[in-house]
């Protein structure tokens, strides 16, 4: 079985101002050791988020300007970003919390709209009055690198089994629509091989799901 599917889940994008790893959201501008997870939303929606992948990130600009400043904070205190834009407006939204994305008792959300004037701080509701959908993740599964959101299990019975799934909450903040986004498998695919089916080859082995399974025999 083989697989040919032409999207790009996991960047990596080269580039540092010293040991400094940081997002610039003025220009998209990321430097080396951050990985950025893709999504998609509503009719138009594009989503992002950028993670530190060894060191977390140290700083958040937007053009000149500090957005997020890890020294300035307390020491283990880490943060990822997630990036929304549809036709109306861009989001982001920085969450900072101690420990891993899922091992942590608390985590501090901070929200912001883009504007042509630059950014301006908004509050939850105002963001979540915003996003009416859920947020479809795209997964190569062929990459083993997961969405902090995703989780995996697996199981040796007759056969090897992998079964994905989507966690319910991050440290106490539910992901249901309405302390946060919910999100989904929205489009699961392994850039390795090609999906057969009859004389038919299919770009995906999943369309949209919250779990799906994989037997290897």
Sequence with gaps: MNINFIFVLILTIRGSRGDNIFVDLKSNYISDGIT?????????????????????????LYGTGMVYERIKYPIGENVIIEFFEDILAKYFVIHAFTGTVLNHSKVKRKYYKYSDAGYSKIDHNTFMN?????????????????????SQTAEFTNYYTET?????????????????????YGVVYDSSKMIKMGFSTLDSFVSKCENFSIEYK
């Design 36 to 60: 950025v997870h893709h999504g998609r939303y509503s009719v138009n929606g594009k989503y992002m988020m950028y993670v530190g992948e060894d060191k977390g990130i140290d700083s958040i």
């Design 130 to 150: 915003e996003m009416t959908s859920e947020v479809e993740l795209i997964f190569d599964i062929s990459k083993k690198v997961m969405h902090p959101y995703m």
């Design 164 to 184: 994905y799934s989507m966690i319910k909450e991050v440290g106490g903040i539910k992901l249901d629509g309405y302390e946060a986004p919910k999100y989904t």
